[in-house]
């Protein structure tokens, strides 16, 4: 996928940006849209499954139990859009998501006090309520739904090559399947990679589970932990009622059958025919060396158990198991931050398996901190310093 320039690559840019994902996608474009000649380096030949940005679904949602989450929804919302119109190519569609929980569950309720709050347009459901509206959603007793009328899902292949193809059509240049090798900081910062050199007054590193190899030799160690995720695809049962597949809406399950990380499901636009529904959690892996045998054995058995309870409608075996990745903080913000020693690199990282739906706005803010400017947003939730004294790493 790298733009061709058969008479060797330009090695001097205003900005370099490591990582193609989507948020170092969408820090590309918003470099480009400013007039910046950007770099956008990938160590993987585009597109690939070993990152966190793969795959045809995300959801999107403005229910948050954090404040500054809902904040930022408004205007990543208003940015998918603009995206959608300059690519011309659809790459969100609006469905209802489902909080799923206990009433006197302190996290559920903080779902909902932050949605009343932030005056988000939702509506609570009882389990009565639910079942007539959505009946392949089978609730306990005690537990209750607030439906977020404002979700919907997100193209997630779709949206990562719109935001490339328009960084490129702004003047960007991506070099694909380069690993980056070093880091040398200074006033011009150089990039050292397999193919060579480059500089550039400006660097944003958006490398997810690689982020600290990278960072560590600038005396910087986050405390990152990558997790293998197990993505389970299920069928409906044959008898079922027809439609019953059709009808089930995006759900986020608060602590739901006791576990305590959350649960959730989306249609799925991979396989048609099927739902997927995950576990928000997932096997401490290498990034290098992802498929470990067995590692998705403790989730799968969660997630057979959920689905046997509260979607009795769908065969109990998944017909399809993938893998994605998260990377993962101790708080699972995210990591929205310069460098602390070296101002003109901006961090990107962390996003805890929750980043895709909020990477436009992610993407301008990174693009803010490398340029040296203020951001549009409050970052104390994303700084670094909340980790100290653990950041740091032998210079």
């Known amino acids: 996928m790298a733009t061709p320039e058969t008479a060797g690559p330009s090695r001097f840019y205003d900005a370099i940006v490591v990582g193609a994902g989507i948020q170092g996608t969408f820090a590309a474009y918003h470099l480009a849209k400013r007039g910046q000649k950007t770099l956008l380096l990938e160590q993987f030949p585009l597109p690939h499954t070993r990152g966190s940005s793969h795959g045809q679904s995300r959801i999107i949602r403005s229910a948050y139990p954090q404040d500054y989450y809902t904040a930022m929804l408004g205007e990543a919302y208003r940015l998918w859009a603009e995206l959608e119109e300059e690519a011309s190519t659809k790459l969100h569609r609006q469905t209802p998501m489902l909080v799923l929980g206990r009433k006197?569950?302190?996290?559920?309720?903080?779902?909902?006090d932050a949605m009343q709050r932030n005056h988000v347009p939702s509506e609570a459901l009882t389990a009565e309520s639910l079942a007539q509206r959505f009946p392949g959603i089978h609730l306990r007793g005690g537990e209750v739904a607030v439906c977020d009328h404002t979700a919907g899902i997100l193209f997630a292949d779709k949206a990562v090559k719109a935001g490339q193809d328009q960084f490129q059509r702004n003047g960007g240049t991506i070099r694909d399947g380069e690993k980056v090798h070093g880091i040398l900081p200074g006033a011009v910062i150089t990039v050292t990679t397999s193919q060579g050199q480059y500089r550039a007054k400006h660097l944003v590193v958006t490398a997810g589970a690689w982020a600290n190899r990278l960072l560590a030799p600038l005396g910087l160690h986050l405390p990152l932990q990558p997790l293998r995720i197990t993505v389970c695809y299920w069928r409906a049962k044959a008898g079922s009622p027809?439609?019953?597949?059709?009808?089930?809406?995006c759900f986020l399950g608060i602590n739901l059958n006791?576990?305590?990380?959350?649960?959730?499901?989306?249609?799925?636009?991979?396989?048609?025919?099927?739902?997927?529904?995950?576990?928000?959690?997932?096997?401490?892996?290498?990034?290098?060396?992802?498929?470990?045998?067995?590692?998705?054995?403790?989730?799968?058995?969660?997630?057979?158990?959920?689905?046997?309870k509260y979607l009795p409608g769908l065969e109990p075996e998944p017909a399809v198991q993938e893998r994605c990745m998260y990377t993962n903080t101790p708080d699972e913000d995210f990591v929205l931050d310069r460098h602390p020693h070296f101002r003109n690199i901006a961090i990107g990282a962390g996003f805890s398996g929750h980043g895709f739906k909020f990477a436009p706005v992610v993407g301008k803010i990174l693009c803010e901190l490398s340029l040296g400017e203020e951001p549009s947003y409050?970052?104390?939730?994303?700084?670094?310093?909340?980790?100290?004294?653990?950041?740091?790493?032998?210079?």
């Open 104 to 112: 006197d569950n302190p996290a559920f309720q903080r779902f909902w």
């Open 258 to 308: 006791g576990e305590k990380r959350d649960l959730y499901g989306l249609p799925a636009g991979e396989y048609p025919g099927l739902v997927k529904v995950c576990y928000h959690y997932g096997t401490p892996v290498d990034p290098d060396h992802p498929d470990q045998p067995g590692s998705s054995a403790p989730d799968l058995r969660i997630l057979q158990d959920f689905v046997r």
């Open 378 to 395: 409050d970052l104390v939730p994303f700084q670094i310093s909340r980790f100290s004294p653990q950041l740091k790493a032998p210079l």
């Open 242 to 249: 027809p439609g019953l597949l059709e009808k089930l809406p």
